[in-house]
């Protein structure tokens, strides 16, 4: 994470700071390294976050103030201290992703080399957030994210302080509007879109204008706090904050939000109470904590594709001494690049030949990483070779909800066959997205009804259900509710999702590895956990409800969830550990039989059964894929061709739905006899005009 550090050379540099970054670098490295040790580490990104609205804004305003601040030069002083060490780690992942990927994983990393390299991969990140999205620790630039934050502040704010430093007294009342704005954004945010607020700048930039704001401290006040007697207390009072922080943050609060506060004014704290203070001079100013400090950009870079790397290498977590290494590794390669690369980048060649340079190194690499990203018959790594490409392509398969028409309507998103008028309503989260495939196939044939995909993943078809880091979750049913009203040409509503994920998974007493949402079912002021109380069973009977209350305007169906068993996956399908595949070959996946069956899942069953029975007592027609994937109880994982049918352990692959999912086609196929004796083939559809019933939430 970077931070300016053109002051250093300046008579007031103030080692204390590269103090901070130490600890906030040391931070997010052991929560990445050892994320249940060191549960709120991440925290140390909003350190940097102040540290670098502090020392930017004191950098342009003094230069403002003193007549020489160019656009120009503070450009061309970015991109030498930036884009040294990226362009070095970039290349280098680049490199590894070709030696140690399949085509698809390397796919997605090119498109990240692509954003990070034009600094907005927060976007993507936040585009591609999910519970069905790859995970976290097999993207190796994950990271990145907080330095595409950063660098769209620089993009911003040197303008806005130009365009607004003549009028002196509106400059820290500029910042204290974007301020209080940008918090204000973040706590309403944090509530109902956790992934967006994490990801936006929107809802971030308030971290860096706290750090900018204690460059307008007023006069008197510097000089009070400056005071013997107060500095101590500030620097205990912001150490205290941080240590709060990093003890009582976990990945499951609602972070940002408030939580924030706690990194955010612990840092503006240290640094008010300056080098001055005992307590600072001794804890963060001390040689080893500015040592750290000063390699701290490139030590971030590094540590997390590192670490990274080896998860996708070994697929499964790494032990402790594997990761530990890892992180000891990351410390002579951070000093090499700050020793070797960026010192004498930054000081020994000439401005333009480095910038130019630099800039072209960056193109260079950006446009690779885009061919790599956005061609799917170019990329064949080194390691595709030793996989069935079949299985390889299956990986990351992910195409719905078809070649439907995405609109906004009611405030949610939802997809349309062909008519701005649906007939039927599929209803629920990215297990009902996936037969999309399916009406576009049936829609092409000129078969299908006009139909409306109402989904979002992650949530539940079912009223007071909540998940915090589902933000689209929140009034779910109230607005498909508000759909329906506006929408009176619908007749027939299908509700389904991956029941097994939330009855099954979400219920279990101990969270998986790497599991950190939490269903609750609320309402009024009764709160049950899905985990450790009695929010499944309250959920099921909400769902019931739900059902009946449908039943008085619609045909109503609820739709089974299709077999879901990590022998179903594509990815565990290539055996064990990259590296050690492509060592010894004794796990070829060309020479393995995945042919063989396996009978479903009981336990899965055994709770389709319980939602079949709900289901039925509650008026409904339920809808059983199990057959098309698991005939008589027995699962394949592949097709005839060899060809797996999921793209992970519980979603079908597009081909599969669209050649094989028939078992539906009753309620999507427009009938032959649309009408008889004058009335409708539908007998709960409701009449012409006729507004939908609120139904009770």
């Known amino acids: ?6 002051y250093r050379n300046a008579s007031n540099y103030r080692p204390e700071i590269d103090g901070l970054r130490a600890i906030a670098v040391l931070a997010v490295i052991l929560f990445h390294a050892f994320p249940t040790r060191v549960q709120g580490g991440f925290i140390g990104v909003d350190v940097f976050f102040v540290i670098s609205g502090y020392l930017i804004t004191r950098i342009i305003l003094n230069e403002l103030a003193d007549g020489t601040f160019s656009f120009a030069q503070f450009y061309i002083r970015r991109i030498r201290r930036i884009f040294p060490a990226l ?93 209080t704005a940008s918090f204000a954004l973040n706590l309403k945010g944090v509530k109902h879109d956790a992934e967006a607020t994490f990801y936006s700048p929107l809802t971030r930039i308030w971290e860096l204008f706290a750090g900018a704001l204690l460059t307008r401290i007023p006069a008197s006040l510097d000089h009070l706090f400056t005071r013997p007697w107060l500095r101590e207390p500030l620097a205990l009072a912001g150490l205290t904050c941080l240590l709060a922080g990093f003890y009582l943050i976990d990945r499951h609060r609602a972070f940002p939000g408030l939580w924030a506060v706690l990194p955010v004014g612990g840092t503006c704290l240290l640094i008010l109470a300056g080098q001055q203070s005992w307590l600072c001079r001794l804890l963060l100013g001390n040689p080893l904590a500015v040592g750290i400090g000063l390699i701290s950009y490139p030590l971030y870079l590094w540590h997390w594709p590192l670490l990274s790397f080896a998860f996708i290498i070994e697929e499964i977590d790494p032990t402790r001494s594997v990761r530990a290494s890892l992180v000891l590794l990351a410390f002579p390669l951070a000093y090499l690049t700050y020793r070797f690369v960026e010192q004498p980048i930054r000081h020994s060649l000439p401005p333009r030949m480095a910038v130019g340079g630099l800039a072209a190194g960056m193109l260079v690499v950006a446009t690779l990483g885009g061919l790599v990203g ?21 990986i990351g398969d992910w195409d719905y909800p078809g070649q ?52 979002a993943p992650g949530c539940l078809p ?5 998940e915090d880091e589902h933000g689209q979750c929140l009034n779910f049913t109230k607005r498909f509710e508000q759909f329906l009203a506006e929408h009176p040409s619908v007749h027939t509503v299908v509700l389904g999702a991956y029941w097994a994920g939330y009855f099954i998974e979400q219920t279990a007493r101990e969270p998986k590895p790497g599991d950190h949402y939490r269903y609750y079912f609320k309402k009024d002021k009764d709160r049950e956990e899905f985990r450790g109380g009695q929010g499944r069973d309250k959920a099921l009977g909400s ?26 996956d594509p990815l565990g399908m290539l055996g064990q550990a990259h590296w050690r595949r492509s060592q010894t070959f004794t796990l070829h996946p060309q020479t393995r039989d ?104």
């Open 374 to 394: 956005f061609n799917k018959d170019w990329p064949k790594t080194r390691m595709d070779d030793y996989f069935n490409p079949e299985i390889a392509k299956a």
């Open 594 to 697: 995945f042919r063989q069956q396996f009978p479903a899942q009981t336990e899965q069953e055994a709770l389709n059964q319980e939602i079949r029975m709900l289901a039925e007592a509650a008026g409904a027609t339920v809808l059983d894929p199990a057959q098309q994937v698991c005939p008589a109880g027995q699962c394949s994982v592949l097709d005839e061709q060899g060809r797996p049918l999921y793209k992970d352990s519980n979603h079908l692959r597009p081909y599969f739905v669209r050649e094989k999912m028939d078992f539906m086609d009753s309620v999507l196929r427009q009938p032959s006899t649309r009408i008889v004796q004058g009335t409708s083939n539908h007998r709960d559809r409701p009449a012409a005009g006729e507004q939908a019933i609120s139904l009770r939430n």
């Open 1 to 6: 994470m970077p931070g300016s550090s053109e």
């Open 87 to 179: 362009l070095l780690m970039l290349a280098s992942c680049l490199i590894a992703g070709w030696l140690v990927l399949i085509s698809t994983e390397f796919q997605q990393l090119g498109r990240h080399i692509l954003a990070a390299s034009g600094f907005v991969l927060n976007f993507v990140l936040w585009g591609e957030s999910g519970y069905f999205d790859t995970a976290a620790d097999t993207k190796p630039l994950l990271h990145l994210w907080s330095l595409g934050i950063e660098e769209q502040f620089y993009l911003v704010w040197p303008l806005l302080a130009w365009l607004i430093w003549r009028q002196k007294r509106a400059t820290p009342l500029v910042m204290l509007l974007i301020f």
């Open 462 to 466: 079912i009223p007071n259900v909540f």
């Open 543 to 568: 769902f019931k409800q739900f059902i009946r209350d449908l039943r008085h305007r619609y045909t109503v169906y609820v739709l089974l969830d299709n077999p879901a068993d990590k022998r179903f």
């Open 404 to 455: 439907l028409t995405k609109r906004q309507v009611s405030g949610l998103d939802i997809h349309v066959n062909q008519s701005s008028h649906p007939e039927v309503a599929l209803f629920g989260d990215s297990h009902v997205e996936q037969y999309g495939p399916r009406v576009s196939s049936l829609s092409d044939a000129g078969q299908a009804r006009p139909t409306a995909f109402v989904t």
